[in-house]
Every structure is written in structure tokens, then in C-alpha cells.
């Protein structure tokens, strides 16, 4: 199974920015799609953003025009820039991965086989 290792979560003021980073390694097969989500106590998780088979990007409305997120194909990694930050964004980050899922699903955590550990995001008004 890949293993997904995300870094880069801290305590920020609001406005702030903050580059999150998840690591992939073991069996990936290509195409695979990686995301972003995220979990604020009390809520359930919410797509934050995905690179869907190695190609563009998409948002979850909350995010869009402040998080953009990025992969490196050859190391493996994606990262999440994330600018303009507000106190609702605060959050365990969670990296995701797969190679099986379809674009119609792109947005349904079920549909991912992957998980890290997540990354603690809190920010500060």
C-alpha cells in the first residue's frame, strides 16, 4: 500500500501562509490522483484540493483563489500553498492517493485507498 507522510502544519496568525508537504512512497501506480483534505473538530472531513492523474488541479469552494496546490512527479511529493489563511481553516490536514478513482469522484474521500497521518493546522484570529 503507498504510504503518505504529510509535514508542514504549525500555529499561524490569520492572513498568514503556510506550505503544507505530503511524501508518497511504496507500490504507486500510475496515473494516480493525490488530494488534500481536511478535518475541523466537530465536522466532517471536506475536500480541500486534488491533482487528478498527474494533470490539473481543483478546489473545494472554500479554498479556491487561496490554496494552490502542486506535485513534484518525480519525487513523488504534493504540496499545498496556502495564503490569505483564516481561523476556519484550522484543521488536520490529510493527504490522500489513488489510482483507481474517476474524475466524477475526485471530491469523495471513500474514493481514495491512501491516507497519511495528517498535519495540524491552527490558525489564530
Known amino acids: 500500500q503507498v504510504h503518505l507522510v504529510e509535514s508542514g502544519g504549525e500555529s499561524v496568525r490569520t492572513g498568514d501562509s503556510l506550505r503544507l508537504a505530503c511524501a508518497a512512497s511504496?507500490?504507486?501506480?500510475?496515473?494516480?490522483?493525490m488530494a488534500w483534505f481536511r478535518q475541523a473538530p466537530g465536522k466532517e472531513r471536506e475536500f480541500v484540493s486534488a491533482i487528478f492523474r498527474g494533470g490539473r488541479a481543483y478546489y473545494g469552494d472554500s479554498v479556491k483563489g487561496r490554496f494552490t496546490m502542486s506535485g513534484d512527479k518525480v519525487e513523488y511529493k504534493v504540496y499545498l500553498q496556502m495564503t490569505s489563511l483564516r481561523p476556519d481553516d484550522t484543521a488536520v490536514y490529510y493527504c490522500a492517493a489513488s489510482s483507481t478513482l474517476i474524475l466524477s469522484t475526485l471530491r469523495s474521500q471513500s474514493a481514495y485507498g491512501s491516507w497519511g497521518q495528517g498535519t495540524q493546522v491552527i490558525v489564530s484570529s
Open positions: 511504496g507500490p504507486i501506480s500510475r496515473p494516480y490522483t
